[in-house]
């Protein structure tokens, strides 16, 4: 009888130890088929617009049903109407939000949905950024990118930032010296779009940008172009998900919040216009002697519909006055 009941009350303890070994090994595979969220941070932020990146960890051939963020005005946001979806590339997860009120305090977490269970991040607090107006009162969105805030879209003001009015050519031009602004094709609606184009002598005068704020440097463009991951990549990034590109680079997502529109600028014959739909040309406001050590070149900046990359080039100081591009604003 002790032997038996010995026996019985060993068998016991192996079956549960075996069934708590069991019911542990079965939680600990439930909770292995969920992903997990690392290093979820803003990667840019707007007067209008946020942009969150995370990264993800999860095992291959596991079933995520969605992916993207829940947005709202206090802690924990919870409205299943505010979830954006989000866009998931090697594990790297970004989440676009648009449409945001300037100067206003927001809270969002990331949300995975699984058939098992819904994972969600910290709450990320963030609070969008004022816009700017130039002299001439128009007003512009805004946007953080690493260190920098830029305009988000490009200049299209007719006046200095002390009110003086910018001379404005309204034909085609074959020889020109001064400071000048035009609109492509010479339509003004389609500075309303892409805003103005200017020459060199005005982006030289200092006084194109509003108070606090200067025409990009090569510092901006390099602090930029490495926020976003080096040259090659940082086209894609910066162009605007819109109809207004004849083309689109694989993988093109304005992530950034650059929101760049191909809005062309002169052509290469005096007087003329070029690459609306399938570039955007933007001034630096210094010139490069690298290359001429007397004349130096004038350099700036590019994106292309069928690349991705961002492309620095220039042409000579004498080119100046004949060539107008499109002009970004930075916070000083």
Request: aromatic fraction near 12%; charged fraction near 20%.
């Amino acid at each position: 009888m002790r032997s038996f009941r010995h026996i019985t009350f060993h068998n016991l303890l192996i079956i549960s130890l075996f069934a708590t070994i069991f019911t542990s090994c079965e939680k600990d595979r439930k909770t292995s088929t969920l992903p997990v969220i690392y290093g979820a941070e803003l990667f840019s932020t707007g007067s209008d617009a946020v942009t969150v990146k995370a990264t993800l960890k999860y095992n291959e051939g596991m079933n995520i049903k969605n992916a993207g963020a829940l947005l709202g005005l206090l802690p924990e946001p919870a409205d299943e109407n505010s979830f954006v979806m989000g866009s998931i590339s090697d594990s790297i997860l970004f989440v676009r939000i648009e449409n945001l009120t300037p100067g206003t305090k927001y809270y969002l977490r990331l949300l995975i949905e699984c058939p098992e269970l819904d994972v969600y991040s910290d709450d990320i607090e963030f609070t969008t950024l004022n816009t700017v107006s130039d002299a001439e009162g128009n007003r512009y969105n805004t946007v953080s990118l690493g260190s920098k805030v830029w305009m988000k879209e490009n200049l299209r003001s007719r006046v200095y930032s002390n009110g003086a009015a910018i001379p404005y050519i309204s034909s085609e031009w074959s020889s020109l010296k001064t400071a000048a602004y035009t609109w492509y094709d010479f339509d003004e609606s389609n500075g309303q779009t892409y805003g103005a184009l200017y020459n060199w002598p005005a982006v030289e005068s200092g006084n194109l940008c509003p108070a606090g704020w200067h025409v990009s440097t090569g510092a901006d463009w390099n602090s930029l172009t490495a926020y976003l991951g080096g040259e090659q990549a940082a086209g894609s990034l910066l162009k605007k998900e819109t109809g207004y590109w004849e083309q689109y680079t694989t993988g093109t997502r304005d992530y950034s919040g650059f929101s760049a529109l191909p809005g062309g600028s002169s052509g290469i014959r005096l007087g003329s216009f070029s690459g609306k739909g399938l570039q955007s040309f933007w001034w630096e406001s210094s010139v490069d002697y690298t290359y001429n050590s007397e004349q130096g070149m004038l350099i700036f900046r590019a994106v292309s519909s069928d690349r991705p990359d961002l492309d620095r080039n220039g042409f000579m100081t004498k080119g100046g006055p004949l060539n107008f591009l499109s002009v970004r604003c930075v916070k000083d």
